[in-house]
């Protein structure tokens, strides 16, 4: 089969990693007979650079146009890249906003997953640890403060601030069933997440994930307030199969979710619409310090290349081939440096690519 | 000297802790020649169960009239407490919103800290929980989305809630110069937590934040997104010293900062107002499940009493009487059940009240 991908290679890391997942998809091609054509698209501080703007029209159109989306990462560092001298609306991360709605990925899926071989990188105590965690975050991403409107304004002469967090049943809806249709597919157990006892917004999130709920008879369903998420995260992370929450909570609770793995340099994204369509990229950020230097770790890349090919082109085979070749690496004791310990082999960002790559 | 203690014992444990507290007020004052006077103020389902609501006019005078106020805390089990069928306008928790805002309670104080006597209880691996950590997260408590407009309607047929995050200049100024306050007598150290790529609030957050820190040359001021404090609490907590954010973020982070204690039955809290009233309470909650059988940890409520005493009425040496007597306990290796380990001495919570009392 012939496949499309638009690729951001971004800011950053990005183009190192993003190379090494073509590299990665080219392999699979050639052994499972696919054919992958890319088209480069530019987005964040170089489109900035290039365009202006962190994201063109143009972009999003060919991004639109293509089977699914491959990303690195966007972003520099505030107070010292010129692009965060722009108004918020034109900086390197207004790209990523734009682009998920541009391309209504209403659906972002994070796996926070323990690998027993990086163990001894998770922050949590042995007895955790040895438990080992497997979850996967659902957050809502094209709804709620990100997109409401906000305003600055000056009330009888003082400055007030406000934005907006708004959800309809429809957009509660579609992410509650894409939590239930994975937890299906998984442990069957999902702990949907809010602030109940405060908000409408998550009294109304409440209501529709009860519905819901209702045509999936085989899935556990438990409401979880979003501070005591916080909590029981650090504390009992074996409890969690599926988490659906909002955009901000979800934007909270995905980034300690990855913390708590200790190898955040592993850890893959999916950004889905309601058909097969979906951006994919690693869950950690641009790392501008190590930028240019073969020292990123291309791991959460390559996985995120498998999830596209698992969700956006239904390749089950092709996707497991991937994620069997980074387990692989990992039991050969082959490491960058984000995930180094004693006794084993360091590589760079372009040799993990091919030990990868080997395995396949 | 002469003190009005409003005390509202509350739901689940409040009663049997706040017991503790008094006990322990009452030996401070036996000692260092203060009377505390107390009138008992109900809130939350024990009000409700009484009058109707969370919170009477009466109940909130009474505590408006008082010169500190000590809760236990509030709330029971939702779908087995009766009081969770009301609108949540009438639940036990909106009874505490209900004070804070009364009460004009805008700045919240938490402790998180680790007792080195309980570091086995820390979640986090060893070499963290050895290196330590004592952080104050200062929580805006009467604005943001706690207290915006929110409404649930339909739209075109569709149901739609909206709740609104409002900050003005003033209410961001008043918090952040308390958190510098603070931070002026601890190490010098704010960590400012917002959204600001996102966030109109935030990006106003960060402009007040940053003027008043002009008036603190000796504080050094870190912005931080909200996503990665949330991470860094995890991977590093000893980096943090006083920690200000909004409301939300607030309750959010103050929970994960608790609970990487591993001893959130021994953290107290503060919400303060403008002059030197407050209301002290712990930081955990009714705990139902083991109300009225001697089992809950009055350590929290009495650390939580002695901030009163330093707060409210100035006595910082007998803050620190009481202070050191907790420590004392823990050094001779009494203990709750929830912070319990081999080859300790297990008590009940009054037991543990009369053991701290003897060492005042
Ligand atoms: C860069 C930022 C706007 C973004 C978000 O908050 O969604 C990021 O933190 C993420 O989680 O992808
Ligand atoms: C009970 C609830 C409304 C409250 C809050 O969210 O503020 C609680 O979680 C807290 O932190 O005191």
Redesign the interface.
Known sequence: MNFNVAVIPGDGIGPEIVTEAQKVLNAVGEKFGHSFQYTEVDMGGISIDKYGVPLTEDALETAKKSDAVLLGAVGGV?GKDSWYELP?NL?P?AGL?AIRKGLNLFANLRPAYLYKELKGA?????E??DAGFDMIIVRELTGG??F?E???EE?DG?????????????EIRRIAKKAFDIAMKRRKNVISVD???????S???DK?VNEVAKDYPEVTLTHML???C??Q???NPAQFDVVVTEN??G??????A???TGS?GMLSSASLREDKFGLYEPSHGAAPDIAGQNKANPIATVLSAAMMLRYSFDLDEEADAVEKAVEKVLEDNIRTIDIMSDGMTLVGCKEMGNEIIKRI
Not at 122 to 126: G, I, R, V
Not at 195 to 201: G, P
């Open positions: 505030v918020p900086r991360e906003l998770c922050p949590l105590k042995e955790v640890a403060l990100y409401g906000r305003k600055t009330v003082v400055l007030t601030a406000t934005d907006t967090l708004t959800y309809n049943e429809n602030k109940s006892n405060v908000l409408d917004s009294r109304l999130w529709i979003v501070d005591n916080a909590m995260l650090v504390k901000m909570f934007d909270i609770l995905s980034d300690e990855s913390m708590i955040i």
